[in-house]
């Protein structure tokens, strides 16, 4: 959430930062005026406290004039509750500030391409098959078995489909082992550690919740890897702290089994492995430029034709202050999909997890955070298969994957 003694002292700003995400700035008017009813409350809540206990033993102030003093303590405190509840809510809704050189616009026709492979495999079929038809006549990609057992924006891997999976989950890992500490989280959260993250309570209806418990099944490792460092404070020189998660993750896509949702394009439930830092905020700029580079790293490992994008602030989405988006092309399916999307969050997260770091001079300050998709195997796979597709109707195995798979074609 953002800073609420930044609102306070320079509302103006903050509503025209967020103005640029597209969100309705009279909410942060509401929030400045909680705010201030807070801390005025605060206030004369404490000096109430203070007559209290000065008076507590003094035998000379009447026992009603007590009993009246405890009731308007009583009756303060109920109101301070309810206007930290509003408060609470607000900061909950409002996104986080973007960075002032985040170029502005309202949807993904205003992102902006700033980077393209300059060598790639190039598919030797003229016209490619899409995955879904090339990956169910190999027999290694199984729609219809998935829609059986889940329905529909599921997907099953078969013989070397699976191979390829559990391949491209371990090259990743691999490439990245000796810089990130891998952890194995768990796959469900409590509602406490999606709420660090900002996926609740905001977008409660895009998880998926396990109704008997306070449960919920991670959308990415992002959320139990942050929730991981919730309410630690880093020493000096700790920072930063680099992890990587493998996990799978859940998401409730919106959609149906339609042209842009068909085979691996868009799916509830997928293996992926996260790349995550916290770090302090002078570090952002040259930690954020690494993890884009570790996140681009497999693609251009896979030969695989991409773009980068800087997303516009009306496309980011609530977390981010900036993010930029890889895609890879399916020459079969004719889209650009993306793989990673790769940002930071400022202080965001880390103050509603309570992360924090001693500065040089001591003091004890709010962290950042930032993440990445290091491996999003569904498209990715979709995208290998439709661009080694051969003539023959085979799929030629990319070069770094080989030793994995023990194939160099997928017949």
Known sequence: MIDSALVLKNKDFVKEQIARKGYDVSKIDSLADALTRKKEL????????????????DNSISVDYKKDLR???????KSFDEVSAEVQEILYDVPNLPEIDAHDGKDADDNVVI?????????PVENPLPHWELGKTLDILDIDMATKISGAMFAAYKKKGSKLLRALVTYCLNLNEHRYTEITPP??????SLTFTGHLPKFAEEQYNCANDDLWLIPTAEVPLTASFANTTFKQGELPVKCMGYTVAFRREAGSNGRNTRGLQRVHEFHKVELLKVVEPEMVQDELKELLGDCLQIIKDLKLQYRILDLCT?????????????????PGAKRWLEVSSVGHFSDYQARRAGIRYIDAEGNKKVACTM????????RVIAAIIETYQQADGSILVPEVLRDFMGCDVIK
């Not at 980077?115 to 598919?123: I, Q, R, S």
């Open 71 to 77: 009731n308007r303590i009583s009756e303060m405190e």
């Open 187 to 192: 796959h469900l959260v409590s509602s406490k």
């Open 115 to 123: 980077a393209e492979a300059e060598e790639y495999y190039h598919c």
């Open 314 to 330: 009306g496309d980011m989405g609530d977390k981010y202050a900036r993010c930029y988006d890889i895609e890879v092309y399916a």
């Open 42 to 57: 605060q206030f004369s809540l404490d000096e109430l406290r203070k007559e209290r206990n000065t008076i507590q033993k």
């Open 371 to 378: 993440n990445g998709s290091g491996m999003a195997t569904p």
